[in-house]
């Protein structure tokens, strides 16, 4: 009945019409921002950061979230429509959905994908509020050396399980903790890494990181790899009254619960997020379908099951962000800066310090689910309008917002010498296939596991193997190993599986040779090279062959 009562008292704060604007802005930001190729959440909210100091926390919160619920929607509309994927996690998505859209089916795909995205996000938000509660009260009691452990694991398993190997995401993790270590040691007082600059004294600040990383890094590469031209759309067709027939309804409705059900468990482990879930989502309903032979050739359940399972792995990823402050997504490592930048630490002590900001913020996501349902359904032949913004004024744009928020941290020339310094890493990251997000998470935690290591280390006069005698840290290192074996099992199935898949598409449209370069043409990782810009150029260069034009150089 406690949270019952929060809830409500959350919900008292979410509808004041202030608060209502704010959702309303972020669900339609990131709406457009999932659209948009290469632009994901995790940049927008980056971009966004230094521009809302001036917001109080829980309406720039309350925004965040909206963009972070919005980008997993807006992805779903390109994916079916362009073939292109906003998002990462809606690649799964692009395979059945844009079969439909070219079958004349792209308004019955959009609306499976809207409605699954509603139904998974309300279901799961749901759950978010019975447990995140119950595992605050439950982390309360842990130990320095059980948060050691928890961080540990959420280093091993972001570093281990993201980006094309496990070498290259612990390599980009490395680097995020050593950056973390720059300034003023705070047991000692000594300066670490400043190299004699007095501005580095405070460390680099991790928005400027984030920014830099996301903003600047991100838009240099998506522009160095996106040729110009016309953008292909598949129009849709259809009139809204018959979006989905009944039988849409009856194929469409036990995906969207199997892929709500698989999705937030996924999101709530490290390293899990929505890709992982999506791929589940998708594997299982193959296997469940009675309708196997239109996978691969638009079946509608390969839509709603993955769209499902993505935003209820949304959900489950603020579960360990808000009980255990443990980012483990690049979205939600930028959320925790957004909380940090106003002196506020997610953690077990987040629902008794911050309680009505905390359950404001649950509010809000009930909010932006209904938001985003009245907004898609209607809409999505609007969003698609946005691709058409010229792609030299939107980097341009992106660029000129990122240095000016960096420069507004702190007023300082020398925090955009950074940013420029932190973008090209970013860029040079991103072209030779190092994760993003390990770096992200290493920088944020790296000073809050140091500062958990020396109070473990104190109150056990030193002794090391107090570290995994707890009973809760013996636990967590346990499922570490178990963690890694299934994860990396995952990853190399869902490699091979869409590797297999990739080339049997390619094969049956009649450009094998397409599907197989496409497949390696810059990593390891399918999910990785099937990034927006390539899918982009892969459509430009199918609709050339098809009216018989050469290619662009």
Known sequence: MDSVNSLMEGFAT???PEYLLFALLGVVIGT????????GPAMTVALLLPLTYTLSPTAAIITFAGIYYGGMYGGSTTSILLNTPGESASVITAIEGNKMAKLGRGAAALATAAIGSFVAGTIATVLLTLFAPLLARFAVNLSPADFVALIVVAFITVGALLGSSP???????????????????VTTGQARYTMGVLALSDGVSVVLVAVGLFAVGETLYVAARLRHGPIPVIPVTRGWRNWMT????????????????????????PAGGADVATFLSYASEKKLSKNKGQFGRGAIEGVAGPEAANNAAAAGVLVPLLTLGLPTTATAAIIITAFQSYGIQPGPQLFQNQGDLVWALIASLYIGNVLLIVLNLPLAGLWVKVLQIPRPYLYA???????????AVSFSTLDIVILLIVGALG?????????IAPLIVGLILGPMGEQQLRKALQLSQGNVADLVLHPFA????????????????LKRRQSRFERALEASLAATEGHPQAGVDHLWESGERPTDVRTESIRAELAAEKARAARDEPPRE
């Open 14 to 16: 979410a509808l004041q």
């Open 32 to 39: 457009a921002v999932g659209v948009l190729p290469g632009i």
């Open 167 to 185: 070498a290259r995401g612990l390599a980009s993790l490395g680097i995020g903790l050593l950056v973390g270590l720059i300034g003023t040691e």
């Open 246 to 269: 009944r039988e849409d309804w009856r194929r469409s409705w036990k995906p969207w619960l199997r892929g709500t059900f698989i999705g937030f468990p996924v999101g709530t482990i």
């Open 397 to 407: 744009g992106i660029l000129t917002f990122a240095v000016l928020g960096a420069y």
């Open 427 to 435: 860029y040079f990251m991103r072209r030779f296939g190092f994760p």
């Open 474 to 489: 013996a636990s967590a290192y346990v499922l570490l190993a178990v963690f890694l074996v299934v994860g990396l099992w």
